[in-house]
């Protein structure tokens, strides 16, 4: 049985004048497994991640989200994320009066905020006394979301590679931090448009024109990517529709 399965779904925006977003979209991610969903601009990464974490607005049409063999339908944010399921926010949280460190320890191992603080490139010297408020930069306050996703030890961490602040960081970190959500036992659904970071999945799936269109090595989908490589993805430059 697959950690996460997803099975034809449907997600429409628009209620007015309905635009298809997905289309009958089927992916899984198996347990421990680092799954990297590639594709341009429009493609349907963004509302895919929104999607599987339940957030208000993100219904799905038709089809079913799977987790651990139960049904995501109907479950709101916190309930997804009791069950093992996280996502790094756009828009990090701000907590006054709490320490980088005390936050890190509350999300999670209240043993190792050092050791997560250096996974995302951020020193616990610099920055473990800093308080989680807006004396922090936008690039600071991802950074230390990334490193409190580690703490927590999800069963499934969706990393939307801009949100999540995963683009900020050099190759060897994003290296670090992946292989550091294996060792915890967390899957990883990696969301990017670039073919460098895919490379580093265990299986990599490519999104076009709301649906998967090429799943396996990561090597195979990169070049299938890469050679079909769009500013913005509409499904017809490629054929697709």
Known sequence: M???????LVYEANAQRPERILDGLSLSVERDEVHALIGTNGTGKSTLASVIMGCEGYAPASG???FVGRSLAGLRVHERARLGIT???QEPARFEGISVSQYLSLRGDSGEPARYLELVGL???RYGNRMVDRSLSGGERKRIELASLLALKPKLAV????DSGIDMLSMQDIINVIGAFKQSGSAVLLI??????????????Q???G???CSGNPEKVAEHYKARHCDICTGRECHYV
Not at 2 to 8: M, P
Not at 159 to 162: A, H, S
Not at 192 to 205: F, G, K, L, Q, Y
């Open 2 to 8: 697959s950690l996460l399965e997803i099975r034809d």
């Open 64 to 66: 079913d989200v799977i």
């Open 87 to 89: 996502m790094a926010w």
């Open 123 to 125: 020193s616990v010297q």
């Open 159 to 162: 990393l939307d590679e801009p």
């Open 192 to 205: 990017t448009h670039r073919e460098e970071v895919a490379m580093i999945a265990d299986r990599a799936s």
């Open 207 to 209: 999104l076009c024109g």
């Open 211 to 213: 649906r998967i269109i």
